[in-house]
């Protein structure tokens, strides 16, 4: 008789346990982890941006439409212009592009489609389908096939790297016409 009392208080005690486990609950008001909003923060259309230096204009940046995200990165998905000036507000260069966007963190500009940059001082006009500005190196850059026309060559070729300004540049795999030096 005491045996049988000692296994229904064992028997009792474990499914006592069991019960108690089985009724927790916390799981139901454990904090559900929130979904991180990844669009955008804000859609500006007719942009016209003005970036200046002690009063003097030194980047332009006009398109149709800008998207600015969370972390700071904007798409510009209908096109943009962007012109730079010298320390005297005078245009320099230009850069067009059907489409493209700029990385905050890593101050990166890129252009996409049909894309073209001038520099108006030197007439020289460079046409590629993709092209990065990369503002701590000061310099822009493409790995797509390149055209450039100014008024003495015509130059073609894959991939280039040039100032930001577009004075010195180097096509990576050059062919074209060019007038040869005497």
Not at 13 to 40: F, I, M, Q, W
Not at 62 to 89: L, S
Not at 143 to 170: A, H, M
């Amino acid at each position: 008789m005491i045996i049988n009392t000692w296994r229904r208080f064992g028997v009792g005690l474990v499914v006592g346990a069991l019960g108690l486990t089985a009724c927790d609950r916390s799981h139901l008001y454990a904090e559900k982890k929130k979904a991180r909003y990844e669009g955008p923060v804000v859609v500006f259309d007719s942009v016209n941006t003005l970036y200046s230096d002690n009063a003097v204009p030194r980047v332009k940046i006009i398109a149709p439409r800008q998207v600015v995200y969370q972390n700071g990165d904007v798409r510009y998905p209908a096109g943009m212009k962007i012109t730079q000036y010298n320390e005297r507000g005078v245009p320099t260069t230009t850069l067009r592009g059907d489409s493209g966007r700029y990385d905050k963190v890593k101050q990166f500009y890129e252009a996409f489609g049909n894309v073209e940059v001038h520099n108006l001082e030197q007439q020289q006009t460079l046409y590629t389908t993709q092209l990065a500005w990369d503002q701590p190196k000061r310099e822009i850059r493409t790995d797509k096939p390149i055209k450039v026309i100014t008024p003495n060559e015509r130059l073609e070729g894959v991939g280039l790297v040039s100032d930001e300004q577009f004075n010195r540049y180097r096509i990576t795999k050059p062919t074209g016409i060019f007038p040869a030096a005497q």
